[in-house]
Nanobody
């Protein structure tokens, strides 16, 4: 059974930074492509960023490009999301997700991911 546990959320002022982490256990972390998603109250879950199994390829949503960076440390079984220049509209519950498919393509649809964490709340105040 694969388990994903996020941490690092919290309350931050607009313009500030946070780094989220997601620890994966139960299977070989390096065997999964990984992604971050977020869901604000009353809105659908939306894609934030994805990363390849080795970490050499990343893909981010236009809304966070240039502000957020996804990375991974396969030796620590950990996925990261560095969030800079945060805006109130970034407020949401952030989820990490694992894609076990053999495709090299990085996915942005939540249905393409097989395992999910419980989420961590990020609140950006103005």
């Amino acid at each position: 059974q694969v388990q994903l546990v996020e941490s690092g959320g919290g309350l931050v002022l607009a313009g500030g930074s946070l780094r989220l982490a997601c620890v994966v256990s139960g299977r070989t972390f390096a065997g999964y492509k990984m992604g971050w998603f977020r869901q604000a109250p009353g809105k659908e879950r939306e894609f934030v960023a994805a990363i390849s199994k080795s970490g050499d390829s990343t893909y981010a949503a236009d809304s966070v490009k240039g502000r957020f960076a996804i990375s991974r440390d396969n030796a620590k079984n950990t996925l990261y999301l560095q969030m800079n220049s945060l805006k109130p509209e970034d407020t949401a519950v952030y989820y990490c997700a694992a894609d076990r498919s053999y495709s090299f393509a990085l996915k942005s649809r939540s249905n393409d991911y097989d395992y999910w964490g419980q989420g961590t709340q990020v609140t950006v105040s103005s």
